[in-house]
Structures are given as C-alpha cells and as structure tokens.
C-alpha cells in the first residue's frame, strides 16, 4: 500500500489548517507515518485488497486522521516528564482492524 489513504486537502479541511506549503509537507509526512503505523500494526495487505474492504476502509481512514491528527498538534510538545499519551480513538480502531484482520484474511486462506 503506498498512496495515502487520507489527502493533506482532507486533512486540512478536517483540523481546519490554514494551506501554506510548509504544513503540507509536514502534514503529508504525519499521514505518511501514520498510515505506516496502523499497517505495521495491524498487518501488512500483500496479497489482498483488506485495507480498501467495505468493512475496513472507512475504520482506516479515521485512525490514519486520528493518528496523523495528534502527530500535528503535538509535534511541539515537550516536558521534562516523560508521559505516554493514549489515543483511546486509534486503540480502539486498532482493535477493530485486527479482529477484521484475522476474519478476513482467515475467509482468503481457507480457499
């Protein structure tokens, strides 16, 4: 899977950011880690069409935004304490993703 599920223009329109060029690299470069984060997470689509499934499409693309979503507006965070945000919207998707995962991906292999 190599184009993006969710285009810089969506994601602007979504988080409501104003369209300058140096937040569209930075904002396609979080779409690009985001998605690659879900997928390395879920599972990798190398023979089958799983991530553009009816059941699946739309799960992905809100953690992908989701995803993409914090990697912007907490790309300046610091602190002196190391904390561990939990994004309760992605880890549910997540879950959901795996659970399709294995249903789907179980159907193509017992064919």
Known sequence: MT???VTVDEFENAFHVDDT???QTLISEYITAAQNYIVN???EDLDSEFYTDSRVASLFKTA???LAGSYYQYRMSLSDVQTYEIDL???SIIGQLRGLWDEIEGDLDAT
């Open 21 to 23: 060029q140096e937040d």
């Open 3 to 5: 184009d993006p599920v």
């Open 89 to 91: 919207t992605l880890n």
């Open 64 to 66: 992908v935004m989701s």
């Open 41 to 43: 997470a879920v599972g």
